[in-house]
């Protein structure tokens, strides 16, 4: 696995309970996890320079860790079981998403981690415009 390791997957999910999802595949987990990466990187990306972030050594940031974590064993146990994944999982699944919008909406910054930044004056991208609130369209 490239940015989250087998310990945090670990303090989410027990290691049988894994391992039978995965059964016994390890190759399963760093698929999974690069999936998940892909699309952190689709949510964070106009904000933070993914491509640093995820290099080789790949900084790391507990937030991201967690919200990384909670997309591959969600993902790991619907792998066997699509209608019986239990309700805890499915809930860390829905926070990791949740979270990722209020990082990508500018609500929740990311320590240590580098910023798209603006080429001609260095400083951090702006965002400009109003936040569309969900209640006034249908």
Do not use: H
Not at 52 to 61: G, K, L, S, V, W
Not at 113 to 136: C, H, I, M, Q
């Amino acid at each position: 696995m490239k940015y989250i390791t087998k310990q945090d997957v670990y303090s989410v999910i027990q290691e049988p309970m894994m391992r039978s999802s995965i059964e016994k595949q390890e190759e399963i987990l760093d698929k999974l996890e690069a999936g998940s990466i892909d699309e952190v990187c689709s949510y964070i990306g106009g904000r933070y320079r993914c491509e640093e972030i995820f290099a080789e050594p790949p900084i790391r940031n507990g937030m991201l860790q967690r919200i990384i974590t909670c997309m591959v064993v969600y993902r790991a146990v619907r792998r066997n079981a699509a209608r019986k994944v239990p309700e805890d999982y499915s809930e860390m699944y829905q926070w990791a998403f949740d979270v990722l919008v209020r990082i990508r909406d500018g609500e929740m910054p990311l320590a240590g981690l580098p910023e798209v930044t603006d080429p001609e004056t260095g400083k951090p991208a702006s965002f400009w415009g109003s936040n569309r609130k969900d209640e006034y369209f249908f």
